[in-house]
């Protein structure tokens, strides 16, 4: 049964020009789609709630942060979630087995494997794959004042930051269980990884109802690349400098306000925050392998 398809389009996510996305929507896509580019911050999201009722099939075509304003929408509804992804690091797109070639991921949309998945929200707010404070948070921040996008950007970042930062001290409950931690960082995740196969908590499932909290402890800076080198071996949890805690309901309370990140995506936030899981909330057509 064909869909009716909407393509939301965010021009300049990843860097990468997406003027020719459409004739290949025309190309590959079978089935009848409407196109539309987005025109700036929460456009996508205005775009999906308007259409969630008119629409079978919503497609995100850009980065983490594009599928976060798109799916926020789309939560507890009918509507199937479609992703091409055009991000800096595709992190949920990439757990999900989503092709990272374009023409691929649209034809990807023609088998129509959906699953259906967690989402989680914290004080409030959706995310998707992953959410954080701390050291992570920090360079999101940093990331998103840059005038460059990607992988290389991200990482030099991080290496310039790295030497100033200085870890926090944390009150942690997670399904009423107390624990105080000092952390280089925090992170929820939903999925395992943050994008670019760099996977913090490998383990992790979007369809297990459970979130995984992944403190990774403060630690001596000859050690940074030897933990990059476990995210991208899959072996983060078998450093003694992360420990991973699942849950449901979590709530952290730090000592000052600062930033955190939903989905990649920086934003200020207070003392203390409250984060929930969301089971099976959320229909999205996965890879042909995903499992």
Do not use: W
């Amino acid at each position: 049964m064909k869909r009716k398809t909407l393509f939301i389009i965010n021009p300049i996510s990843g860097g990468k020009k997406k003027d020719g996305v459409p004739e290949l929507i025309n190309a590959c896509f079978k089935g009848d789609a409407t196109t539309i580019f987005t025109n700036g911050v929460s456009h996508a999201s205005e775009v999906a709630a308007g259409a969630v009722d008119d629409y079978d099939l919503i497609v995100a075509v850009g980065g983490d942060g594009t599928v976060n304003e798109i799916a926020s929408a789309l939560v507890g509804s009918k509507a199937v979630l479609g992703i091409v992804p055009c991000g800096s690091g595709n992190g949920l797109s990439r757990f999900l087995g989503i092709p990272m070639d374009i023409k691929e991921a649209i034809e990807n949309l023609n088998e129509g494997k959906v699953a259906v998945i967690d989402s989680a929200r914290a004080n409030g707010k959706p995310f998707f794959n992953m959410a954080g404070m701390g050291f992570d948070a920090h360079i999101s921040e940093v990331f998103s004042h840059g005038k460059k996008r990607g992988f290389i950007t991200y990482i030099k970042s991080s290496l310039q930051e790295i030497f100033k930062y200085e870890p926090q001290a944390y009150h942690i409950e997670i399904d009423g269980t107390s624990y105080e931690r000092k952390a280089f960082m925090l992170s929820f995740a939903n999925s395992s990884q943050y994008g670019n196969n760099a996977h913090v908590s490998p383990q992790a499932s979007v369809q297990d109802g459970l979130l995984d909290v992944c403190v990774i402890k403060p630690f001596p800076l000859y050690r940074f690349i030897e933990l990059g080198i476990r995210m991208f071996t899959k072996t983060t949890n078998k450093s003694r400098f992360v420990e991973i805690i699942r849950g449901k309901h979590i709530v952290i309370r730090r000592n000052s306000p600062g930033p955190m990140h939903l989905d990649g995506e920086p934003e200020m936030a207070g003392t203390e925050i409250e984060i929930n899981i969301l089971p099976q909330s959320l229909n999205v057509i996965v890879g042909k392998d995903f499992k």
